[in-house]
């Protein structure tokens, strides 16, 4: 009798507890998600209509959904290349704690004061054109190009892609390296075989939070590439503020989430498997 | 945990305290009820002495506060929180308002300065007869240039940007009118054209503009053409008349095919609650010599005709930024083409954007 009561007031209180989440979700999740949904199927006079999808398969918007794409993929890539190594190194410093913190400080400065201040470095007349010119070199166009834009994205979003990889390689147990080399492993099958399948789940990780925002990055775009790079983000952005034809926005950005929640499902699969697998 | 609790009721503390003392401050100031306007307007457009002036003069206390884009305005006005009195939109921006239900009709009995404005400046296509607005500074869209960076060259036509040896010099303001209608205008069409074959005619010329495009951007290009990293740029007079204050190699023309003609406008939105103090401010701002001080300290050109005489000749006589009458005939004011048009414009627009050299 007693510990039915208990376990009565246990559930009682746990269901408390998820008030404050199930309202935050409903909130800030389920419902502008509905209405993000609903505002696709709606045309500037407000009716229904299946127009914005239409439009969204013609060339304009298709091209710029690879452009995304393209600068998305080539985001995480050179992140993942320089983080990993970065993130390696890391582990094995003195005082490792202290260079993470240097690494992750930046990011903790507002994003728009970085972007303005890769205009002063890259501008004509900036520091690193000064360089160049003393190097021998001579002026260069860095600011509005492809190279800055990549440049500025990979610089942002680098924190973001060490902080898990370098979780997981923290955590790896140092006997299992030690008993990969006892076996006769060389460094580089070690490396593959044993250190990178441990830190693979934070690679995925890092890859997620890095791909997804890159997808739909606008800032960036017009601050430091000058609009020379469109992605479907400068086109939300516009159809929202400018344009006010929020059926097409939201098509834009449905198309997103979902781009998005498959990113997602296919990162996690995998996982499931090589469980099966094992299995 | 404990430390969590007292942090978190400190800070509640602490700022509802200030909250308090903000709410006391302004109360002994006289910032309260009736004897205050709330003026909503662009960043640094108007004097400060002034409004210590119109303080003076009339016992009603101003709170200035600020936007930094029409639709930004637009929004804070349909919510509806904060009693704006006065707004200073652009005239695209009080169609919108107009259509909205958002403005409230001026009695013109209370505005005798509206005399001042020039007769050229009123009754204009997007609010007939002013029943809603009062034009407070007006501009161009041209061309800024730096001739130390281009050997000397002039620019006296849209055309002229398109020069082969222009290669990646020029940056554009990032708007879809701006951009579209001098690419109508370089083609001798009007800017407010709703002909599609006509409106296609300028996107294919724009995109043979791409090699020459260094940057699209927005208020940046200030900052960019300051520092001489592009020679050439397409922007407002107002930004202009900025640039050349900071870089007195600039130089600015509106081109011989014609351009928009812009106009910021004193209204009453309806989130009004001082509504006689309101038109107090906006004929306080008509009178000519405020307008001529206003003019001075803002820089851009003033409609006040009285104003205008009171100016220096050396600055109402700078056709750059005064432009004569047989230039201000081919200026043409934004019509609202309605929201359908509008998205076919910004769809070209963003057509040309993708369109990488």
């Known amino acids: ?279 | 945990m404990k430390k969590l609790i007292q942090f978190f009721s400190t800070v509640f503390l602490v700022s509802f305290a200030l909250m308090f003392l903000v709410n006391y401050l302004n109360t002994s100031e006289g910032y309260a009820g009736r004897n205050t306007i709330t003026v909503f307007n662009w960043g640094d457009y108007i004097d400060p002495e002034l409004i210590k002036q119109f303080e003076k003069e009339t016992g009603i206390k101003v709170i200035l506060e600020t936007f930094d884009s029409n639709e930004a305005m637009l929004v804070k006005i349909q919510q509806g929180g904060t009693a704006y009195d006065v707004a200073i939109p652009s005239e695209y921006a009080i169609e919108k308002m107009k259509e909205e239900d958002l403005l409230i009709k001026l009695d013109h009995s209370k505005l005798p300065n509206l005399k001042n404005i020039d007769e050229r400046f009123l009754d204009l296509p997007f609010d007939p007869g002013n029943e809603y607005s009062v034009p407070y500074f007006w501009g161009t869209v041209g061309i800024v240039y730096n001739p130390d960076m281009l050997g000397g060259r002039e620019f006296d036509s849209w055309n002229d940007l398109w020069a082969d040896d222009l290669k990646n010099q020029i940056v554009l303001v990032d708007g879809a009118r701006e951009v579209i209608g001098f690419a109508l205008n370089s083609l001798h069409y009007s800017l407010n054209d709703t002909n599609k074959a006509h409106l296609e005619e300028a996107k294919n010329k724009l995109i043979r503009l791409q090699p020459n495009i260094k940057a699209i951007v927005g208020d940046e290009i200030k900052m960019l053409m300051v520092n001489e990293e592009a020679p050439v740029a397409v922007v407002w007079s107002g930004d202009a008349a900025d640039m050349m204050w900071e870089n007195d190699k600039l130089d600015y023309v509106v081109p011989k095919e014609g351009s928009n003609l812009w106009f910021d406008n004193m209204v009453i939105p309806k989130t009004a609650k001082n509504i006689d103090g309101a038109h107090k401010f906006i004929n306080f701002m008509l009178d000519a010599e405020v307008a001529a001080q206003n003019t001075e300290y803002v820089g851009y050109a003033t409609p006040n005709k009285a104003a205008m005489e009171l100016l220096p000749d050396e600055v109402v006589n700078d056709e750059r930024f005064y432009p004569p009458p047989e230039l201000t005939d081919k200026l043409e004011v934004y019509e609202n083409l309605g929201q359908e048009m509008l998205s076919y414009y910004n769809e070209l627009y963003l057509e040309f954007k993708m369109h990488t050299k």
């Open chain 1, 1 to 279: 009798m007693k510990t039915v009561k208990v376990n009565k007031m246990e559930k009682k209180s746990r269901n408390i507890f998820l008030i404050p989440y199930i309202i935050w979700i409903a909130v800030f999740v389920i419902i502008p998600i509905i209405l993000v949904i609903y505002y696709s199927f709606v045309d500037i006079h407000g009716h229904f209509t299946l127009a914005n999808y239409k439009k969204f398969f013609t060339p304009v918007y298709l091209k710029m959904a690879l452009t995304s794409f393209w600068y998305a993929f080539l985001i995480t890539a050179i992140t993942l290349l320089i983080s990993y190594p970065t993130a390696y190194l890391l582990t094995k410093t003195k005082y490792k704690q202290i260079w993470l913190l240097l690494i992750i400080l930046p990011s903790w400065i507002n994003l728009l004061l970085r972007a303005y201040a890769f205009i002063g470095l890259f501008g004509r007349h900036g520091l690193v054109n000064a360089l160049l010119e003393v190097m021998g070199i001579g002026e260069k166009q860095l600011l509005f190009t492809d190279f800055s834009f990549i440049f500025v994205s990979v610089y942002i979003f680098i924190p973001f892609m060490i902080l898990p990889i370098f979780n997981a390689l923290d955590k790896i147990n140092p006997s299992l390296i030690d008993a990969s080399k006892d076996l006769g492993a060389s460094g580089w099958t070690t490396f593959r075989r044993v250190i990178f399948p441990l830190t693979f789940e934070g690679v995925k990780a890092g890859c997620q939070v890095v791909f997804i925002p890159a997808l739909s990055l606008f800032m960036l775009t017009r601050l430091i590439a000058g609009n020379r790079v469109i992605t479907l983000g400068t086109a939300v952005e516009q159809h929202f503020l400018v344009t006010r034809d929020w059926g097409m926005g939201s098509a834009i950005a449905v198309f997103l989430t979902i781009i998005m929640v498959l990113t997602m499902l296919i990162t996690g699969k995998r996982k499931r498997v090589i469980k099966s697998e094992k299995a």
